[in-house]
């Protein structure tokens, strides 16, 4: 069909082509948030220098242990690092130097290339909670996660129009066997969504899988030339670095897919008690960390990851929105910005069992600090409840509303002609109103961020329609989204070669769930 007859068939569509239009489901996608507002620095240059010292200290001095993988330990003994077992012992200046091929910003390509994000520099991308072996919502209550749970929250994350990110495992579908479920959670992301999403690190066959599926999505070549994934590994903190996660960043590291590298801290018990020791522990891993992935292929993107949480030293449990784990979120962004590359941290944090009170406290004091802090991508941005363990629907919309309030907070204040509004305040003068006048006839749709959840009604209408608080409004709005989702287009050649390959994989092995 050329375009001109395509333009003759839409114009002859008439009014019922309209109304088709008019109640079609959109769904919009808001760009990756690029920061209108200075980061918050909490450190001065002197204590940034001795965090520094220190870190190279550890490095060299205390050393970090790369465990049951002799091929590491060889590719640092060739770049210089002294050997001591497991023991790797970095001579001061080395890792600095090492990581100085990895790219101070990327793009991670989507499917959809308007979707595509840029991470680095002054943009924040947005993913939802990740790792979650549990789900609730307000009709089931907790229970273990399933396949169906995980379709449902990628559903959502492509429906949200602040979510820039698919994400990774959002939760952890406990019915389909340990070795199968990355398969259909690729699969879930690439067919569901048409958003960036993250690769499997449970396994390193599991990440080749994942480069693997990329490669029938993407195409073999973009995939080696280009950024089409992220992926999540986490340090052993205190300094351990284990095969199962370090052989997956070989994986993605030698495909040219980006890896997050991210001390896993609880202050008090993987860390320090201190602010400035835990920074130094967190830096000395971090640059341990990316340097290996520069060692494996230089120039592979890498990520500076930072998991913060204090702890309860009651009940031992970890604690979430206190203000020492903000200190050392604004301080790694400070260190991730001097070692130049992109930082990933925050999150809608909290230790609460329910989307009440304590939950959105928590949650607003972690994502206000991720803002604030410069953290170029942001995973656990929505439906993080209990302490991690725990992905909830409704607070998963109520986070991804909250999201619309980061972006337009990053905007900053204009002050051009339009924003002094010297015209509107000449018009009203003394004594009247700005509802009628021009400025704000001509601004009010945009002046001011609007929630698509949150209720500013009329008590009496409150009260007529329920009285619903905001997890009923929520659950509400999840079943709104559910029913209206709509699946975005994939090449039908591609989706049947990613079903043979995900039912090939399946038939090659035994199922297990250990």
């Not at 991670?108 to 909670?129: C, D, F, T």
């Not at 199962?244 to 008690?273: D, H, K, T, W």
């Not at 604030?372 to 109520?398: I, P, Q, T």
């Not at 619309?404 to 009203?428: P, S």
């Amino acid at each position: 069909m050329t375009e001109a007859s395509t333009r003759r068939r839409a114009r002859g569509g008439g009014g019922a082509a309209r109304r088709a239009e008019r109640t079609a489901v959109r769904i919009e996608t808001a760009k990756y948030i690029e920061r209108n507002i200075p980061n918050f620095e909490i450190l001065n240059d002197e204590a940034l220098e001795i965090i520094e010292a220190n870190a190279e200290t550890v490095l060299e001095e205390v050393g970090v242990n790369f465990v049951d993988n002799p091929a590491a330990l060889e590719r640092w003994r060739d770049a210089g690092a002294d050997i001591d077992g497991e023991r790797v012992r970095i001579p001061r200046g080395l890792a600095r130097e090492l990581i100085k091929t990895a790219p101070k910003e990327f793009t991670q390509h989507a499917r959809n290339p308007e979707k595509s994000v840029v991470i680095g520099g002054r943009n924040l991308v947005l993913a939802p909670v990740y790792g979650p072996p549990f789900v609730r919502d307000a009709q089931g209550g907790r229970r273990y996660a399933t396949m169906d749970d995980f379709n449902k929250f990628v559903k959502l994350a492509y429906m949200s129009k602040w979510l820039h990110h698919s994400g990774g495992t959002v939760c952890e579908p406990t019915d389909i066997p340990v070795n199968k479920r990355h398969l259909d959670m690729l699969m879930a992301h690439m067919t569901l969504s048409d958003k960036p999403f993250m690769g499997s690190v449970t396994d390193p066959s599991r990440a080749q899988d994942s480069v693997e599926m990329c490669e029938i999505l993407f195409g073999k070549e973009f995939v080696q030339e280009n950024t089409v994934m992220t992926s999540l590994t986490n340090i052993n903190s205190p300094m351990t670095f284990d095969d199962v996660m370090m052989g997956s960043l070989e994986v993605y590291a030698r495909n040219n897919q980006a890896c997050i590298i991210s001390p896993f801290i609880v202050g008090g018990a993987m860390a320090p008690v201190s602010v400035a020791g835990t920074l130094t522990q967190v830096l000395a891993e971090v640059l341990a960390g990316i340097a290996y992935s520069q060692i494996v292929r230089p120039g592979a993107p890498a990520i500076f990851g930072a998991f913060v949480s204090s702890i309860d030293m009651n009940s031992g449990a970890p604690t979430f929105g206190t203000p020492e784990a903000a200190h050392i979120t604004y301080g790694a962004g400070q260190l991730a910005r001097r070692l130049g590359v992109p930082y990933r941290s925050a999150g809608s944090f909290c230790g609460s069992k329910l989307p009440d009170a304590q939950a959105a406290y928590e949650t607003a004091n972690s994502l206000n600090m991720g803002l604030l802090s410069g953290v170029n991508f942001m995973l656990h941005a929505c439906g993080w409840l209990e302490g991690g363990l725990v992905a909830d629907f409704e607070k998963f919309v109520m986070d991804a509303d909250q999201l619309g309030a980061l972006h337009a907070l990053a905007n900053g204040v204009a002050y051009d002609e339009n924003a002094q509004a010297m015209d509107a305040i000449r018009e009203v003068g003394p004594g009247g109103h700005y509802l009628g006048c021009a400025h704000t006839q001509a601004n009010f749709q945009s002046a001011f961020w609007k929630t698509d959840l949150l209720d500013y009604k009329p008590f009496e209408t409150w009260e007529e329609e329920g009285a619903r608080d905001t997890r009923m409004l929520a659950s509400a709005r999840v079943e709104h989204l559910l029913a209206n989702y709509q699946q975005p287009q994939l090449d039908p050649e591609k989706l049947a070669a990613l079903t043979a390959y995900v039912e090939e994989k399946k038939a090659s092995m035994p199922d297990a769930f250990t």
